[in-house]
T-cell receptor, first 114, second 115 residues
Framework: GNSVTQMEGPVTLSEEAFLTINCTYTATGYPSLFWYVQYPGEGLQLLLKATKADDKGSNKGFEATYRKETTSFHLEKGSVQVSDSAVYFCASNAGGTSYGKLTFGQGTILTVHP | GAGVSQSPSNKVTEKGKDVELRCDPISGHTALYWYRQRLGQGLEFLIYFQGNSAPDKSGLPSDRFSAERTGESVSTLTIQRTQQEDSAVYLC?????????????FGQGTRLTVV
């Protein structure tokens, strides 16, 4: 079946540090991959996505590259800010019998200190 | 409407009572999802509607949970004989549903507290 595994948190960083949040997936076929973010007190919103192998999604300084060979979609940011403190969810959306259904990872809590 | 709307935003109910949660998706979105998020935990898939296809109910945790959707519009999630472990935020999302490249848009959720 389809599944998404994220690195366990919480992750605590100082401002301007480098961020990596690992995400790997298992899926039949070739899924689309997403990162969603949930800021404190807010709903989930799309951060970035990639729909085919070697695609790079980017937004707000965050990047993630769809790596088919390692079935990964790791989230990176070169210099985090306090305002990036949030919960980050990796997700896949595969075809086949699970057509259109989003499968989420467990989420990673990020806290950035000044 | 501008986005996915869920009501009520908060619901406190007594153990054993039935509750009904409502989701208004973005107009024209054929796909609709319900998820559950317990405090400090990830997203637990409950049910998925796609157009006129039979819904994917594989995530419903027990027969106390059910959901309906009329065409491509409103959906209701019903929890019968609520238990304390049902306390969570229930999230609804909708998607244009045209292939699996499209993102899902989430509502603000309904926070359910069973006392």
């Amino acid at each position: 079946g389809n599944s998404v595994t994220q690195m366990e948190g919480p992750v605590t960083l100082s401002e301007e540090a480098f961020l990596t949040i690992n995400c790997t997936y298992t899926a039949t076929g070739y899924p689309s991959l997403f990162w969603y973010v949930q800021y404190p007190g807010e709903g989930l919103q799309l951060l970035l996505k990639a729909t085919k192998a070697d695609d790079k999604g980017s937004n707000k300084g965050f990047e993630a590259t769809y790596r088919k060979e390692t079935t990964s979609f790791h989230l990176e940011k070169g210099s985090v800010q306090v305002s990036d403190s949030a919960v980050y969810f990796c997700a896949s959306n595969a075809g086949g019998t699970s057509y259109g259904k989003l499968t989420f990872g467990q989420g990673t809590i990020l806290t950035v200190h000044p | 409407g501008a986005g996915v709307s869920q009501s009520p935003s908060n619901k406190v109910t007594e153990k054993g009572k039935d509750v009904e949660l409502r989701c208004d998706p973005i107009s024209g979105h054929t796909a609709l999802y319900w998820y559950r998020q317990r405090l400090g935990q990830g997203l637990e898939f409950l049910i998925y509607f796609q157009g006129n296809s039979a819904p994917d109910k594989s995530g419903l945790p027990s027969d106390r949970f059910s959901a309906e959707r009329t065409g491509e519009s409103v959906s209701t999630l019903t929890i019968q004989r609520t238990q304390q472990e049902d306390s969570a935020v229930y999230l609804c999302a909708s998607s244009p549903g045209q292939g699996w490249h499209t993102e899902a848009f989430f509502g603000q959720g309904t926070r359910l507290t069973v006392v």
